[in-house]
């Protein structure tokens, strides 16, 4: 009976051992199983955690990289495309200054055609005016000398009959005086008569040649006189002409130059208001085409950025469920 007793003891110690290393087993394996589920729970959101992490950090390096090669090629496309602004506007302006200069050159070639023709105009009014002022004076001059001449000369003519006339008169009364004496002969007679002949010739031709010599003489005179009057008319003439002419020039030539003053500054406005215009469109074309470009690129890179991420996360995934099979 002990012996059964203790057979039956020991078989029960046994099954009792049995059940309990069951029991435990089974217990240590439910506890394994939930450490393993929590493990890989931790392990899972510790790797979602690592893999935020990595991948905001990833993302802000993109970010980072993205903004620096953006600010390189928008630095580039502004370097290239003030250059290529500064070489259209010096070619712009190259060619607005030709343009201006000829345009200047030409404007001052008929400004001088111009007042060329007016002066020569302007000379040959005054220089007919001048002619026909001259004759009219010379006329009147002409006509007052001949009308002194004329009566000058009937003057000396009435005074040379009045003398002519007292001669003969008292070469009569002598003659008379003589007739009536009867003491002279015939011959004596005849000798005066012939004596006071000849003298009265010689007077008379005497003060033919004196009167000539004078108004020759009184002529000459005038026609010094008239020269030197109209010398000295036309160099006042001359003055005044010329400095009428002075004053004119320098008035046309002060309003063309203001005309060309307000012309230039006009321009100069606006090609400035044109080229500031221009400017400002171009920029906005270069900036809107920009702005396609970035978001273009932008898009592209968050497409190849997502379908990275998106792979590595698949790989990563995948590497985890076969860490966990072999687990």
């Known amino acids: ?71 390189l090629a928008a630095m580039r496309r502004l370097r290239v495309q003030r250059g290529c602004c500064t070489r259209l506007q010096s070619a712009a302006r190259r060619q607005l200054a030709v343009r201006a200069a000829r345009r200047e050159r030409a404007a001052r070639a008929i400004q001088a055609l111009r007042r060329g023709a007016a002066a020569r105009q302007q000379v040959a009014v005054w220089h007919a005016a001048a002619t026909r002022i001259e004759a009219q004076w010379r006329s009147a001059r002409c006509q007052a000398l001949l009308a002194r001449s004329v009566a000058a000369a009937v003057a000396m003519q009435a005074a040379g009959r009045r003398a002519n006339a007292a001669r003969v008169l008292r070469v009569s009364i ?14 004596e007679r005849r000798r005066c008569a012939a004596r006071a002949a000849a003298a009265v010739t010689i007077q008379a031709a005497w003060r033919s040649v004196t009167l000539q010599v004078e108004f020759a003489a009184s002529v000459a005179a005038v026609v010094a006189v008239q020269a030197a009057a109209r010398r000295l008319a036309a160099m006042r003439r001359l003055r005044v002409q010329r400095g009428c002419c002075t004053r004119l020039q320098s008035a046309a030539r002060r309003q063309l130059a203001v005309r060309a003053a307000r012309r230039e500054r006009a321009a ?18 270069w900036h809107a ?23 590595a996360a698949v790989a990563m995934q995948a590497a985890g469920r076969r860490a966990n099979a072999a687990r």
């Open 174 to 187: 002598a003659q008379c005086t003589r007739v009536q004496s009867l003491a002279r002969g015939a011959a």
């Open 268 to 285: 100069r406005a606006i090609q400035a208001l044109r080229r500031g215009a221009a400017a400002r469109q171009q920029v906005a074309v």
């Open 289 to 311: 085409a920009a702005t396609r470009i970035e978001a273009q690129w932008r898009s592209a890179r968050c497409q190849a950025l997502l379908a990275r991420s998106v792979a």
């Open 1 to 71: 009976r002990r012996a059964n007793a203790a057979r039956v003891l020991r078989v029960s110690i046994a099954q009792c051992t049995r059940v309990q290393s069951l029991a435990r087993g089974a217990a240590e394996r439910r506890r394994c199983a939930a450490r393993a589920a929590a493990a890989v729970t931790i392990q899972a959101a510790w790797r979602s955690v690592t893999l935020q992490v990595e991948f905001a950090a990833s993302v802000a390096a993109v970010v980072a990289v993205q903004a620096a090669a953006r600010r």
